[in-house]
């Protein structure tokens, strides 16, 4: 696909090397000049590895637009293959030197090409900017760019940082408070795998994370529970050099009701990635969901050298009672995101 003959679309595979640096170094690049230090683009190695290892769970393809030969603008494409069956996840950037040029709309325009192709018609998009910005990021280039393109503002993040690593003094105050509200629950902490045993419960707990967490006007559906899919995950999580440390809560049957997940990456050094924390419904109100972070906090410290890292995490504004507990922790404010999305028709 090119505009004006000048820009052409071309995806990569794991055979394209040399690409796909370029792809890594133009998509940072990009994010940096939005968020400064506070970009979390993944590392070339990392992305090397989701095309060694296709997923079961979601196909993933990465689009480089060249002009003149140089590699100007990004796109990542995701489309879950297990469940929301009608969704696409799509992701662009463009060197800041080549915008205003409509590089960015020509590889929107050929995402949403290739995800209709596919029978996809729920895209879902994201846009990042400094936290000084507007709430809904009315004015920044990335939102800009996703409205003109008929996409809407669903909901607002809000991205935080921890440096590590956290006060002794302060995980053993948390835990202490917590203690007393979570006495019929049991603790576990471990890095790698989830173990065979807990794996279905833990399953049914994080696959409920879409829908349970504030989505604003977003549209979605649970996740399918698929343990051979999921286990592949963590293989490929293997593949790019990180590490999941992990906690559960367990009810007195032993069934995972909690769980929250950090991510430790080998090719990224700043960072630490929180992703996932959720306590099941019925079991809410007893300080579970500060009691496990609190123990991933723990474990992680005495399991792994995280000194000079941060913690990243992002939470929807409006989700008071998570944002309560991470500023507990200690975590600052550091930049916005956007979640948006658009309806294909015809």
Same mark, same amino acid.
């Given at each position: 696909?090119? /505009? ?44 090397? /590895? ?22 100007? &603008?990004?796109?990542?494409? /995701? ?35 290739? /995800? ?16 000084? &910005? ?16 008929? @996409? %809407? ?31 019929? @629950? ?42 051979? %899919? ?28 909690? @769980? ?8 990224e050094t700043r960072f630490v990635y929180q992703w996932g924390t959720l306590v099941r419904r019925d079991h809410r109100g007893h300080r579970l969901g ?39 922790? &200690? ?16």
């Open positions: 696909m090119s /505009a004006g003959g000048t820009v052409d679309v071309v995806e990569l595979t794991a055979a394209d090397a040399d690409a796909l640096r370029d792809w890594a170094a133009v998509t940072a690049e990009s994010a940096r000049h939005e968020v400064g230090d506070h970009a979390t683009a993944w590392a070339y190695e990392e992305l090397l /590895a989701v095309l060694q290892n296709p997923s079961r769970a979601r196909r993933e393809q990465f689009f480089v637009a060249r002009r003149d030969g140089e590699v100007v &603008g990004t796109t990542w494409l /995701a489309m879950p293959l297990l469940d929301n069956l009608d969704s696409a996840q799509v992701d662009v950037h463009v060197r800041p030197d080549q915008r205003r040029r409509g590089t960015g709309s020509v590889l929107l325009r050929h995402a949403e090409h290739v /995800a209709a192709a596919a029978g996809r018609t729920r895209l879902d998009a994201e846009a990042q900017w400094p936290h000084t &910005g507007p709430a809904d990021g009315a004015g920044t280039p990335g939102v800009e760019l996703l409205r003109a393109h008929g @996409y %809407a503002f669903g909901i607002g993040d809000v991205q935080r940082e921890l440096p590590l690593p956290v006060d002794d003094a302060l995980l053993a105050e948390l835990a202490g408070e917590t203690a007393p509200h979570h006495r019929d @629950y049991r603790l576990e902490s471990w890095a790698g795998p989830v173990p065979d045993d807990l794996v279905e419960g833990w399953l049914a707990v994080v696959n409920t994370l879409m829908t349970e967490a504030p989505t604003g006007g977003m549209e979605r559906e649970e996740e399918a529970v698929d343990v051979a %899919a999921f286990r592949a995950s963590e293989a490929l999580l293997a593949a790019q050099g990180r590490t999941a440390w992990r906690t559960a809560a367990l009810d007195r049957d032993g069934t995972v009701v909690a @769980y929250t997940e950090m991510i430790l990456p080998s090719y500060t009691a496990v972070k609190v123990a991933n906090h723990r474990a992680l410290q005495a399991g792994a050298d995280v000194a000079g890292r941060r913690v990243v995490t992002w939470n929807a504004e409006v989700n008071d009672h998570m944002i309560g507990i991470n500023e507990r922790l &200690g975590f600052v404010v550091t930049c916005r995101a956007g979640e948006l999305q658009k309806r294909l028709t015809g």
